[in-house]
């Protein structure tokens, strides 16, 4: 297999935002939202993964609060959030691999009921007063490793399922759906968690694995690539780095997200900790979850933008833009202390901060050849599922030392020298 992959059908040009298809008696712009949707295949996956992760959302954002009521500790939050994602970061090119060479759909399968079954005993552990710390983190870490090892398949199936031109209404839903459930989760979750505890939040996560694999079951979708690549398995595992290597645009793509990530990102899991120092809201209340829903809101819209308001734009050229509005809203939301103030600025860090997202990513999936998808994939997870919550870890021991006003002003501080390198039309193929 050669190290780069073929040349990939151009990305929807500006000009080319008008061709459109026929659905029923509506005529959709190809490359949008509403395009995407029009394919049964993707509604029926994209609406079943959506009601999965709004029961993860609501397990993820409310198993942060819980652990700063139970410990006091960024320490802790942070270790917990790295079990939780930190899988990603060594995993997900295993994960990768296996989407390649194995059935995608048996794969996915075996992932979602692990994941499943994990989720009841953590809701059994969390049902005792004062849980093992030890033991909290070890459910939570096995929960990591099936999504670890799922998530680079999920996402290779993901441009199997509308044709190319509406690849970039596909991503954008898929970001969408990814953050909406940060709002809903995070809400249903909030109020289970004031009124009856944390347990039944996670009972409710494990139930909703079953939509997943009910939408996966339903469909039909290439399980295994159109050319199946050939090698060891020590060679597959790192082809992926070389073709990151060898493709300048896939290159600098992943060293923004790592970058990004590691620097910028650490707010994600410290969210707890802000909400209760900075801003006077307790983790375990209504607030909170409103907090993190209004992100949540924010960075729906802004995947969604990508998608709809900004269809017809290069997803290239709206990085450095994104980037630098993203930098002033972190460095706001880091100085800001009033609780009404917080609820301002945090959609619209959201909505930045998905707006980069989302291009990058629309960007890479555009590029990248089916035949690699996976294990080109499982970087773009490592970067920005992996790199995040050992940010979130350094960030939170740093915070113990000086302050999460700190870490968030350096994070700010890093995506202006990230909006000066990402620059990606200097490096997208002219056919792109």
């Not at 939050?77 to 295993?94: D, E, K, T, W």
């Not at 802004?302 to 269809?311: D, L």
């Not at 939301?333 to 990058?360: E, K, M, N, Q």
Request: aromatic share 10%.
């Amino acid at each position: 297999m050669p190290l780069l992959p073929p040349e990939p059908a151009p990305e929807p040009a500006p000009e080319d935002a008008t061709d459109a298809l026929v659905d029923g008696d509506r005529v959709l712009t190809r490359g949008t939202a509403q395009a995407a949707l029009s394919h049964r295949e993707f509604r029926i996956v994209w609406g079943g993964t959506f009601a999965s992760n709004i029961g993860t959302w609501m397990q993820n954002v409310l198993l942060g609060a819980y652990a700063f009521r139970l410990t006091h500790s960024t320490t802790y939050v942070g270790l917990l959030f790295f079990a939780q994602l930190g899988p990603l970061l060594v995993l997900s090119n295993v994960g990768g691999v296996l989407a390649d060479v194995l059935d995608r759909r048996r794969l996915l399968l075996s992932t979602q009921v692990q994941q499943l079954v994990f989720s009841i005993v953590l809701a059994v552990i969390v049902i005792t007063d004062n849980p093992s710390r030890v033991v909290l983190f070890l459910c939570v870490f096995i929960i990591g490793i099936g999504n670890a090892l799922g998530a680079p398949a999920l996402s290779a199936i993901l441009p199997t399922l509308v044709p190319k031109p509406d690849l970039p209404g596909a991503v954008s839903l898929q970001s969408v759906q990814m953050n909406l459930s940060r709002v809903i989760g995070p809400a249903i979750g909030a109020a289970i968690y004031t009124s009856v505890g944390v347990a039944p939040v996670f009972f409710i996560n494990a139930g909703t694995y079953l939509f997943a694999i009910v939408a996966l079951l339903s469909v039909d979708y290439p399980r295994h690539p159109a050319k199946r690549g050939t090698g060891s398995v020590l060679n597959r595992l790192s082809e992926g780095f070389r073709i990151a290597r060898a493709d300048p645009l896939i290159r600098r793509v992943l060293i923004i997200l790592f970058s990004m990530s590691f620097f910028s990102l650490a707010f994600v899991g410290l969210m707890p900790a802000i909400a209760a120092k900075n801003f006077g809201i307790a983790p375990r209340s209504l607030d909170y979850g409103v907090l993190y829903g209004v992100f949540g809101l924010g960075a729906a819209l802004g995947a969604v933008s990508v998608g709809t308001w900004f269809a017809s734009v290069a997803k290239a050229r709206l990085v450095r833009p994104a980037f630098l509005a993203f930098s002033a809203l972190l460095a706001t939301f880091a100085l800001v202390r009033a609780p009404w103030a917080a609820f301002i600025v945090a959609p619209l860090l959201g909505y930045a901060y998905f707006v980069v997202i989302t291009s990058l990513s629309t960007v890479l999936q555009s590029h990248v050849d089916d035949a690699v998808r996976g294990r080109v994939v499982a970087l773009w997870i490592m970067g920005f599922g992996g790199t995040v919550p050992l940010g979130v870890l350094v960030g939170g021991f740093v915070a113990h030392e000086t302050s999460i006003t700190f870490v968030l002003l350096v994070g700010a501080a890093a995506t202006v020298v990230l909006a000066a390198y990402a620059d990606l039309r200097s490096v997208t193929p002219a056919s792109s």
